[in-house]
């Protein structure tokens, strides 16, 4: 593996030491997992935020795309690539500024995605994003709304009202398209959402619908189909129960759905949580299955997202969840291939291998992977990060070490 590079030195470069190295002090392993996740998020994101808070995303990104792509690539991709990306990005965002070298570098990075929040609904803006388009823009809006859902007070209170009517305005126009029968129906949801969130006209048949199906499409054991037929792959991660968790809790929120269905879908994503820990083996890899596995660390966002609230299920500690997960960063974004030379993300898992990608799939779908950082929306003084390093489930496992058992669960 090729030794992560070509960071800006706002962190230090002990950041790269492994949080796991028993030699290491409890306390100090812990702050450097933190660093390493910090720095790592910057060198991905960087090219992305940089680009677009300069109107130069459009000139400047890869447009690789995976064997038969099919969509309308200039149309889809940039929307795709900074909508996905600040997503993952805006609890960490969220947090309060300080005069840290990573409070600085937040408060950096911040400025930079609401400028080009800015300008990507600034039709004069050479970075003017599509929403007017074709279908897929509809998927992607859906992560913008997450993000402002996240971090609402730093992310979209800040812009300006002409910037927040274009917000708007671009997100209705997204009603002329038809969702597919699967888990598109969650971004018509999200949209529909995030506009009653902020107390504008929403249509709550779209946010029962998707309420409703996908209560119907509810396989157990943690798992929902992704649609009438169940397909195995990591969509119950990289959007079913974040999206549906999330809309939900605006829902109840706005007295437009139940604490019931909510809760229900909490407890579920709990256990799907505890099975993908589970997942984890003890070298930091993971089975490379079914359908965007090039979304690489996205797959595991229901479990940073349940650490970020502090509601992991019961067993599973913080502390193997980041070990976990710092493991899971390594594997895949210190191979040889991963960037390219300028810094962008390739198609592949570990590495550049776009054999693997599906014929949706971009440069800009790769972003997605920020979404396995959202634990960064802890402190650092928050014991997901404080605590000293532990081993996770396959870890103890496969050293002979005592372990819950496991079981399936009917709710």
């Known amino acids: 593996m090729a030794p992560l590079a070509g960071l800006a030195g706002m962190i230090p470069s002990a950041a790269f030491a492994s949080a796991t190295t028993t030699q290491e002090n409890n306390s100090t392993a812990a702050l450097t997992d933190r660093a390493y996740h910090v720095q790592l998020l910057q060198k991905i994101v960087t090219p992305v935020v940089d680009n677009m ?34 997503s993952g990005m805006a609890p ?31 039709p004069a803006s050479p970075d003017y994003l599509n929403f007017r388009e074709e279908g897929q823009p509809l998927v ?6 997450q ?35 699967n888990n598109w129906l969650l971004f018509v949801g999200m949209v529909e959402a995030f506009l009653l969130s902020i107390h504008e006209e929403y249509e709550p048949l779209r946010t029962m619908i998707a309420t409703q199906k996908m209560k119907e499409w509810y396989a157990g054991d943690g798992f929902y189909a992704d649609g009438p037929q169940f397909s195995l792959d990591y969509y119950n991660g990289y959007v079913i129960h974040p999206m549906f968790t999330e809309m939900l809790k605006v829902l109840m929120d706005n007295r437009q759905g139940t604490k019931a269905d909510y809760d229900q879908a909490m407890k579920r994503m709990q256990r799907f949580a505890e099975l993908q820990e589970r997942m984890i083996a003890p070298d930091g890899t993971y089975p490379a299955l079914g359908r965007s596995m090039t979304y690489r660390t996205a797959a595991f966002q229901p479990l940073v997202q349940l650490a970020l609230m502090h509601q992991l299920p019961e067993g599973v500690e913080p502390a193997q969840v980041r070990c976990a997960m710092t493991a899971i960063m390594k594997r895949i974004f210190e191979m040889e291939g991963t960037f390219d030379k300028q810094g962008w993300l390739q198609l592949g898992i570990a590495g550049h291998q776009p054999e693997v990608a599906d014929v949706y799939t971009s440069t800009g779908s ?38 819950k058992k496991d079981y399936h669960v009917t709710y």
């Open 53 to 86: 808070s300069k109107g130069t995303l459009k000139k400047n990104m890869p447009k690789e795309k995976g064997p038969g792509y099919g969509l309308a690539l200039e149309k889809v991709t940039y929307l795709e690539a900074f909508g996905r990306c600040i």
């Open 92 to 122: 960490w965002l969220a947090l309060p500024d300080d005069n840290t070298a990573e409070g600085r570098l937040r408060k950096q990075m911040r400025e930079q995605v609401l400028q080009g929040i800015v300008n990507g609904v600034n």
């Open 140 to 145: 992607d809006a859906a992560y913008l709304c």
């Open 147 to 181: 993000t402002f859902m996240r971090a609402p007070q730093a992310l979209w209170e800040p812009l300006d009202n002409k910037t927040k009517q274009n917000i708007v305005t671009e997100l209705k126009e997204l009603r002329r398209i038809r969702p597919a029968y």
């Open 366 to 403: 790769l972003y997605i992977c920020t979404n396995g950082f959202l634990a960064l929306g802890l402190p650092a003084e928050d014991p997901f990060w404080s605590a000293p390093p532990a081993e996770w489930t396959a870890q103890k496992v496969w050293s002979g070490k005592p372990v």
